[in-house]
């Protein structure tokens, strides 16, 4: 890759403020997964955009939706600026997008002249099947931004990612990260440039595998045994993150408070949603913790859960 | 009466610790520049071994909610004989809890807006579901449903129809195993601070004006911090703020403070006060409301944190 294609950011999260900063007006749409990474959607809001959800499935992004859409906001007179995806093991879907859908997501954008910006920190991190080709890779008519991070594989203390795009895009983001900071730390991309080269990171990255699968492995089998019926969750091939919905009108935010007394965290599903959806959803991360406290964990957040819909079904409140 | 022997004890783990930070640290910072030797402690499971070791003669608590305002950490200093500032233990334990409060206010003539109240063990147990159309025509609607224990104002919620209340009272059962269910009383929100104890000092009364209200809806923005305007003194005809100040006065007494305190008030269209609540600790921080009342009233915030710490007692 030629290397006048990339720019080197302070961090994934800088590079989605960049390219928000850099294509978007107040009242333009950004088209978004829904779920999406909550840190995106805080930027998105920032710059006062509209953010549509659209519908996922376990393959991630339905992306025959894509072109309806893509009419109706044009019927209303809606300019959309681009749409963000995390197609690998999203944050916090856990969710992949399917060989297929990536080929027809890249032929819309074609068609369609949609911008899309691909973020992908989790990609490397992958505990099952075959890597796939990203949007960037597939796509020929220069219509993909890619968005990359050593934030999940070396650490996000050194606050670097980096864009990948066609010359006339990197141009107009590269003027706004001027404005914004100069440059990124060169003392942390040297650091980065030496975990690199010197090929540590393989033995690295393959240490974090065996260790994230396992966590995934142990979490995936306790949701399984202590979640209640009518509980549904994704079950993710890489990355940090499982998507757990129960059934309604269980509420997860009430059931935050709940688990926090009982020392057990989540992210609960709202937050992810710029309209209100999610309120029956959590995010869970396996990546942050021993397989003893994953378990134990689910354990706890099982009973509180039970607890809870007990409690509706005494106040006549079980659908 | 200085170089005394300070702790001052804040954090902990309640919902409300970033209050107690912020209280505990401006407190300390007031005691010292008048001259006390402060300790400052971060709550934990240290907290006895340190009194212990540092045997202080005036224990400040600034704490909020669960733990430093329910009477758990005066009862620890009662065993301890360390001298401690605000009420003791039960009246501590009056004041958090909203339901308890109300009873006493209701038994000794004060008015408080018309409530039922519930353990999640009557639904549970008892099929309390089936009473919740009777209480809304009872309270009339819209209802207020609270955690019992008093502080945070997480977990309020607002029933503006019967068939909201079931959802609002889990929300409120995530807080608390008791809840309250109040009727919405419209009006203004007066906050009354007190100081001292065999005879208590009325500090001007201050009002919170939330920045946007007139929708049912904006209810949830006067528990929203950085969005309420207060004004002090209110502006209230004579006998109106007489009359609040005496029932401010009387709630105080009746639940059995001492030292500091403040009763929150709605005032309703007719001008009639109702008393919501008293908080045993006031938060002291530079958006609180009571350092206001008492710069009001001629007293700098570090005048304010000396008379309460010289009226602690055990
Ligand atoms: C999907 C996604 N994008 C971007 C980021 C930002 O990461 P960083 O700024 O540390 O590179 C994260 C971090 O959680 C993420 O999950």
Same mark, same amino acid.
């Given at each position: 890759?030629?290397? /006048?294609?990339?720019?080197?950011?302070?961090?994934?999260?800088?590079?989605?403020?960049?390219?928000?900063?850099?294509?978007?007006?107040?009242?333009?749409?950004?088209?978004?997964?829904?779920?999406?990474?909550?840190?995106?959607?805080?930027?998105?809001?920032?710059?006062?955009?509209?953010?549509?959800?659209?519908?996922?499935?376990?393959?991630?992004?339905?992306?025959?939706?894509?072109?309806?859409?893509?009419?109706?906001?044009? /019927?209303?007179?809606?300019?959309?600026?681009?749409?963000?995806?995390?197609?690998?093991?999203?944050?916090?879907?856990?969710?992949?997008?399917?060989?297929?859908?990536?080929?027809?997501?890249?032929?819309?954008?074609?068609?369609?002249?949609?911008?899309?910006?691909?973020?992908?920190?989790?990609?490397?991190?992958?505990?099952?099947?075959?890597?796939?080709?990203?949007?960037?890779?597939?796509?020929?008519?220069?219509?993909?931004?890619?968005?990359?991070?050593?934030?999940?594989?070396?650490?996000?203390?050194?606050?670097?990612?980096?864009?990948?795009?066609?010359?006339?895009?990197?141009?107009?983001? /590269?003027?706004?990260?001027?404005?914004?900071?100069?440059?990124?730390?060169?003392?942390?991309?040297?650091?980065?440039?030496?975990?690199?080269?010197?090929?540590?990171?393989?033995?690295?990255?393959?240490?974090?595998?065996?260790?994230?699968?396992?966590?995934?492995?142990?979490?995936?089998? /306790?949701?399984?045994?202590?979640?209640?019926?009518?509980?549904?969750?994704?079950?993710?091939?890489?990355?940090?993150?499982?998507?757990?919905?129960?059934?309604?009108?269980?509420?997860?935010?009430?059931?935050?408070?709940?688990?926090?007394?009982?020392?057990?965290?989540?992210?609960?599903?709202?937050?992810?949603?710029?309209?209100?959806?999610?309120?029956?959803?959590?995010?869970?991360?396996?990546?942050?913790?021993?397989?003893?406290?994953?378990?134990?964990?689910?354990?706890?957040?099982?009973?509180?859960?039970?607890?809870?819909?007990?409690?509706?079904?005494?106040?006549?409140?079980?659908? | 009466?200085?170089?005394?022997?300070?702790?001052?004890?804040?954090?902990?783990?309640?919902?409300?610790?970033?209050?107690?930070?912020?209280?505990?640290?401006?407190?300390?910072?007031?005691?010292?520049?008048?001259?006390?030797?402060?300790?400052?402690?971060?709550?934990?499971?240290?907290?006895?071994?340190?009194?212990?070791?540092?045997?202080?003669?005036?224990?400040?608590?600034?704490?909020?909610?669960?733990?430093?305002?329910?009477?758990?950490?005066?009862?620890?200093?009662?065993?301890?004989?360390?001298?401690?500032?605000?009420?003791?233990?039960?009246?501590?334990?009056?004041?958090?809890?909203?339901?308890?409060?109300?009873?006493?206010?209701?038994?000794?003539?004060?008015?408080?807006?018309?409530?039922?109240?519930?353990?999640?063990?009557?639904?549970?147990?008892?099929?309390?579901?089936?009473?919740?159309?009777?209480?809304?025509?009872?309270?009339?609607?819209?209802?207020?449903?609270?955690?019992?224990?008093?502080?945070?104002?997480?977990?309020?919620?607002?029933?503006?129809?019967?068939?909201?209340?079931?959802?609002?009272?889990?929300?409120?059962?995530?807080?608390?195993?008791?809840?309250?269910?109040?009727?919405?009383?419209?009006?203004?929100?007066?906050?009354?601070?007190?100081?001292?104890?065999?005879?208590?000092?009325?500090?001007?009364?201050?009002?919170?004006?939330?920045?946007?209200?007139?929708?049912?809806?904006?209810?949830?923005?006067?528990?929203?911090?950085?969005?309420?305007?207060?004004?002090?003194?209110?502006?209230?005809?004579?006998?109106?703020?007489?009359?609040?100040?005496?029932?401010?006065?009387?709630?105080?007494?009746?639940?059995?403070?001492?030292?500091?305190?403040?009763?929150?008030?709605?005032?309703?269209?007719?001008?009639?006060?109702?008393?919501?609540?008293?908080?045993?600790?006031?938060?002291?921080?530079?958006?609180?409301?009571?350092?206001?009342?008492?710069?009001?009233?001629?007293?700098?915030?570090?005048?304010?944190?000396?008379?309460?710490?010289?009226?602690?007692?055990?």
């Amino acid at each position: 890759m030629d290397p /006048a294609h990339v720019l080197i950011t302070t961090g994934g999260q800088q590079a989605i403020d960049l390219v928000t900063k850099t294509f978007v007006d107040p009242g333009d749409v950004v088209l978004a997964e829904g779920p999406s990474y909550a840190g995106a959607l805080t930027t998105f809001s920032t710059y006062e955009t509209d953010v549509l959800h659209l519908p996922m499935d376990e393959r991630g992004l339905d992306v025959e939706a894509v072109p309806d859409i893509l009419d109706r906001l044009a /019927a209303d007179r809606k300019r959309v600026k681009f749409l963000y995806i995390v197609p690998n093991f999203s944050n916090p879907g856990g969710t992949t997008l399917s060989l297929e859908r990536r080929h027809r997501l890249v032929e819309i954008s074609a068609e369609r002249e949609l911008l899309i910006v691909e973020d992908n920190p989790y990609g490397i991190l992958r505990y099952q099947g075959e890597p796939l080709p990203t949007l960037f890779t597939l796509d020929q008519s220069e219509n993909v931004i890619y968005l990359g991070s050593f934030s999940k594989i070396l650490s996000p203390g050194i606050r670097t990612g980096w864009i990948a795009a066609p010359a006339p895009i990197l141009a107009k983001i /590269a003027f706004g990260k001027q404005a914004t900071d100069l440059c990124s730390s060169p003392l942390n991309q040297m650091f980065v440039h030496e975990f690199i080269s010197s090929g540590v990171w393989r033995e690295y990255v393959q240490r974090l595998i065996g260790i994230y699968r396992s966590r995934r492995d142990v979490l995936l089998s /306790a949701l399984a045994d202590e979640f209640p019926p009518g509980s549904r969750w994704t079950v993710p091939e890489g990355g940090f993150f499982v998507w757990a919905s129960l059934s309604p009108p269980v509420n997860t935010t009430d059931l935050l408070v709940k688990a926090i007394e009982e020392n057990v965290a989540f992210v609960a599903g709202n937050g992810f949603y710029m309209d209100g959806q999610g309120t029956d959803s959590m995010r869970l991360n396996f990546s942050g913790s021993p397989e003893d406290r994953i378990q134990e964990g689910i354990r706890r957040l099982g009973s509180v859960i039970r607890d809870q819909m007990e409690l509706y079904r005494a106040l006549g409140m079980d659908g | 009466m200085t170089g005394k022997r300070i702790c001052v004890l804040y954090g902990g783990r309640s919902l409300e610790r970033d209050v107690s930070l912020s209280t505990g640290h401006r407190v300390g910072r007031a005691l010292e520049s008048r001259g006390y030797q402060v300790t400052g402690i971060d709550v934990d499971e240290s907290l006895v071994r340190r009194l212990i070791e540092l045997r202080p003669e005036v224990a400040f608590i600034a704490m909020h909610g669960k733990g430093g305002e329910d009477g758990t950490v005066q009862e620890l200093l009662e065993i301890l004989r360390i001298p401690y500032t605000g009420s003791g233990v039960l009246s501590s334990i009056r004041a958090m809890d909203k339901v308890l409060t109300k009873h006493i206010l209701k038994a000794g003539g004060i008015p408080t807006p018309p409530f039922h109240a519930f353990n999640d063990a009557a639904f549970r147990e008892m099929g309390a579901k089936d009473t919740l159309q009777i209480i809304a025509e009872d309270l009339g609607l819209p209802v207020v449903v609270k955690p019992a224990a008093q502080g945070s104002a997480l977990g309020i919620k607002f029933a503006a129809e019967a068939r909201d209340l079931p959802a609002a009272m889990v929300s409120a059962l995530s807080f608390d195993r008791k809840v309250l269910l109040e009727r919405f009383v419209a009006g203004r929100e007066l906050a009354v601070s007190i100081l001292g104890t065999a005879e208590p000092r009325v500090l001007p009364i201050v009002e919170a004006i939330p920045q946007a209200r007139h929708s049912y809806y904006d209810f949830e923005s006067r528990y929203t911090p950085g969005e309420t305007d207060f004004e002090v003194p209110a502006e209230l005809a004579p006998e109106v703020a007489a009359e609040v100040e005496r029932l401010a006065l009387a709630t105080y007494r009746a639940l059995g403070c001492r030292g500091f305190g403040r009763v929150d008030f709605i005032l309703d269209q007719a001008n009639r006060p109702w008393v919501l609540e008293l908080n045993t600790i006031p938060g002291l921080t530079e958006t609180s409301t009571m350092p206001l009342a008492a710069q009001a009233a001629g007293l700098s915030f570090e005048d304010l944190v000396v008379a309460i710490t010289e009226s602690a007692t055990l």
